[in-house]
Nanobody, 123 residues
């Protein structure tokens, strides 16, 4: 059983940056592909980014491509999401998620989820 805890959310002005962190425990972190998923008020959950077990393969939603960067540190059992050039449409609760072995760009493929961290971008 993998436990995930996100941190780093907050209130930021449009054009600003935030870095989200997700700390994992309870499993062999390097065996899990990781993803970030967000959910805005009144909207469905949306895939944001994913990263392979070793970190060499990443993928992004078109809406964040070029602005967000996902990375991981297997020695520290952590995954990160660097978010730059934020805009109001990025306002959402951001969730860290884990999937055994293989990455996926579908949020429904992930088995383990954190509690989420709120990101609010003011315009």
């Amino acid at each position: 059983q993998v436990q995930l805890v996100e941190s780093g959310g907050g209130l930021v002005q449009a054009g600003g940056s935030l870095r989200l962190s997700c700390a994992a425990s309870g499993g062999t972190f390097s065996m899990y592909a990781m993803g970030w998923v967000r959910q805005a008020p009144g909207k469905e959950r949306e895939f944001v980014a994913r990263i392979s077990r070793g970190g060499s393969n990443t993928d992004y939603a078109d809406s964040v491509k070029g602005r967000f960067t996902i990375s991981r540190d297997n020695a520290k059992n952590s995954v990160f999401l660097q978010m730059n050039s934020l805009n109001a449409e990025d306002t959402a609760v951001y969730y860290c998620a884990a999937r055994y072995l293989f990455p996926s760009s579908s949020d429904t493929d992930y088995s383990y989820w954190g509690q989420g961290t709120q990101v609010t971008v003011s315009s």
